[in-house]
T-cell receptor
Framework: AQKVTQAQTEISVVEKEDVTLDCVYE???????LFWYKQPPSGELVFLIR??????QNEISGRYSWNFQKSTSSFNFTITASQVVDSAVYFC?????????????FGAGTTVTVRA | DTEVTQTPKHLVMGMTNKKSLKCEQH?????MYWYKQKAKKPPELMFV???????INESVPSRFSPECPNSSLLNLHLHALQPEDSALYLC?????????????FGSGTRLTVV
């Protein structure tokens, strides 16, 4: 069963537009961790944010902001005033206990294209 | 040192070859992971090692054989691969309770099986 669902497969915007990426997760654990990663065309996974299940405080980092709502199992990501350098695939991920250890499972990803 | 280093960056191998992928970290992390990522897909977990012991194997075919010789090094031995095994192979490391302190990923090995 899909643990992390990213509703948008692709989003295309013009520079300076805002972009919101949706992420819905599913878990039975009370302790879990949520992440967002950016993967540019070069392939490396760039860590953006980590949030644990007990911390519902929203966060802003420069042009990036995150909205965590446990009641709806969502962890959405907004890029404000997008730039061409924001073009990448963005993955939402869930880390939860599984048998002997923790597993990090990724959503399908959202490809963001920012046009000049 | 806050990096996970993977070598080689690119690898082309025939279906009868034996090769190995290497992953190294010096952050004192005691959990290490192998992920496989096909084009336009998310990374998929293959193996988890905690304290140098295999703790999770996601039903990976035996032609992929992981090895963790010490706490800093993780290898993935490849033998008799198929063209469909061509992918980006990512290594990651973390504190044992992965979510507490996050995961650090290497830049990957792009594998092509011919």
């Amino acid at each position: 069963a899909q643990k992390v669902t990213q509703a948008q497969t692709e989003i295309s915007v013009v520079e300076k537009e805002d972009v919101t990426l949706d992420c819905v997760y599913e878990t039975r654990d009370t302790t879990y961790y949520l992440f967002w990663y950016k993967q540019p065309p070069s392939g490396e996974l760039v860590f953006l944010i980590r949030r644990n299940s007990f911390d519902e405080q929203n966060e802003i980092s420069g042009r990036y902001s995150w909205n965590f709502q446990k009641s709806t199992s969502s962890f959405n990501f907004t890029i404000t005033a997008s730039q061409v350098v924001d073009s990448a695939v963005y993955f939402c991920a869930l880390s939860e206990k599984s048998s002997n250890d923790y597993k990090l499972s990724f959503g399908a990803g959202t490809t963001v294209t920012v046009r000049a | 040192d806050t990096e996970v280093t993977q070598t080689p960056k690119h690898l082309v191998m025939g279906m009868t070859n034996k090769k190995s992928l290497k992953c190294e970290q010096h952050m004192g992390h005691r959990a290490m992971y192998w992920y496989k990522q096909k084009a336009k897909k998310p990374p998929e977990l293959m193996f988890v090692y905690s304290y140098e012991k295999l703790s999770i194997n996601e039903s990976v075919p035996s032609r992929f054989s992981p090895e963790c010789p010490n706490s800093s090094l993780l290898n993935l031995h490849l033998h008799a691969l198929q063209p469909e095994d061509s992918a980006l192979y990512l290594c990651a490391s973390s504190q044992v309770r992965g979510g507490d302190y996050g995961y650090t990923f290497g830049s990957g090995t792009r594998l092509t099986v011919v």
